[in-house]
């Protein structure tokens, strides 16, 4: 991390823009997998089944692609500006994973204590199970932690060698791609998170190198006229899942765990992007919005971490009122209402929260880290999320796994926080 891009640093309304409305179509996606309905005095939860106008829909607004974009797009900034500070990958480790050791900390705080405490009251099998459930949300900060650690590498090879260093990745998903589809074993699917995700986010170092933005009109249109026209193909010809995620109605779909056609649709995604920006879309900000728009990125990550738990709690604040007035229950109860408390709850919880997080994050000494600690602890960071994301987070005598995987965890965060208090190092 020794040379200094020619790139300039410029902020990138579009993209910031991108991120939070990729973010925001997460929380209403998830808020929507569920009806809440009242049925003789009791409360029924049921799967959404949307029917198939709603799978062709979803091709539009399936928004995991350009968040990883979007990804790519921050971290060569971040990549650029280490570089051009001359610290090294050790430092560069420590500033990003304070920044996230601050809202792990609460957020598995709470989870392992939620998860923990029906076990020790006698519920251990109905706990670790619905933790497992529950810990499915992380398999996204598994991937993300994972192309935080191995951002400047990637950008690096995208420096090197052009459009060349995404062959060897699409290559690979095309094979998982033709694997499932010729043994029928769906498991091998979920080798293309460690594929499609990271080539998304190889997207966004392209777009930042000038892809996409840079291109002529013809061509971006020429590009997403390719992939409607391939995603078509897919679907009709070749067998793939109709919708880009799933419902109750269709349990396999594209998105998880990803398959090429994912791929496709981030191209997409990424050439309507450059479209836009080539229109001068949000190329500048009234005033006004910037600072928010601004805070609302730093808090995207919380968003998410918590969407889940607002979810739950707003499902539950319309269901008690359902039952003290049943005559109002198929108003409370409507998805549109739903929704709106989901999001009202949110903007004005999530602000709170930060504060909270804010407070957890390590300070990093002025000194670069020592020698090795960091990656370390990265990478022990890391391997605690993946845990936790496999084996939930009850802490029980009988659920080892699940307190193995804590435990693992906050090791990780510890080590995080030790490696920015480490003394001088400039050779990692």
């Not at 060698?161 to 029928?184: E, K, M, N, Q, Y």
């Not at 709850?345 to 909270?356: A, D, E, K, N």
Request: hydrophobic residues 60%; positive net charge; glycine residues 8%.
């Amino acid at each position: 991390m020794s040379q200094p891009s020619p790139t300039p640093t410029v902020r990138n309304h579009l993209i910031d823009l991108a991120r939070i409305a990729s973010v925001v179509i997460v929380v209403v996606f998830h808020t929507l997998l569920w009806v809440i309905s009242l049925r003789d005095s009791r409360i029924s939860v049921d799967p959404w089944a949307p029917g198939p106008g709603w799978w062709f829909a979803s091709w539009f607004f399936a928004s995991i692609p350009v968040f990883f974009l979007a990804a790519g797009f921050a971290n060569t900034v971040i990549v650029d500006g280490s570089r051009a500070r001359g610290i090294t990958w050790s430092r560069y480790l420590v500033e990003r994973g304070t920044r996230l050791a601050g809202p792990l900390t609460l957020f598995m705080a709470v989870f392992a204590l939620v998860s923990s405490l029906p076990a020790w009251f006698g519920a251990l099998d109905p706990a670790v199970s619905l933790s497992r459930q529950f810990a499915q949300l992380l398999w996204f900060l598994v991937v993300y932690l994972g192309l935080l650690l191995t951002a400047p590498v990637l950008v690096a090879a995208f420096d090197r060698f052009g459009g060349w260093s995404l062959l060897p990745l699409v290559a690979l998903a095309v094979g998982v791609d033709v694997i499932v589809r010729h043994t029928g074993q769906f498991e091998w699917q979920w080798l293309n998170l460690a594929v499609i995700w990271p080539l998304a986010h190889h997207w966004g170092v392209a777009y930042h190198r000038g892809w996409f933005r840079g291109w002529p009109v013809w061509g971006s249109l020429l590009v997403l006229v390719g992939c409607a026209a391939l995603l078509v193909a897919m679907v009709f010809g070749l067998g793939y899942p109709p919708a880009a995620v799933a419902w109750a109605d269709i349990l396999v779909a594209n998105l998880q765990p990803p398959t090429v056609a994912v791929l496709v649709l981030g191209l997409a995604q990424a050439s309507a992007l450059g479209l836009a920006e080539r229109f001068g879309l949000a190329r500048s900000l009234p005033t006004r919005l910037v600072g928010p728009v601004h805070v609302a990125n730093a808090l995207l990550f919380t968003v998410y971490l918590w969407h889940i738990p607002v979810i739950v709690l707003a499902g539950s604040l319309l269901a008690g009122g359902s039952l003290l007035w049943p005559a109002a229950a198929g108003l409370l109860l409507s998805q549109p209402v739903f929704l709106v408390l989901v999001l009202t709850v949110t903007v004005g919880l999530v602000p709170q929260i930060g504060r909270l997080e804010w407070r957890l994050i390590p300070q990093v000494a002025a000194e670069a880290p020592g020698r090795g600690l960091a990656p370390v602890a990265f990478v022990v960071l890391w391997a605690g999320v993946a845990a936790v994301w496999k084996c939930g987070a009850v802490v029980h005598p009988g659920a080892l796994a699940s307190t193995v995987s804590v435990v693992l965890l906050f090791v990780g965060i510890t080590l995080v926080a030790g490696a920015a208090r480490s003394p001088l190092d400039t050779t990692v």
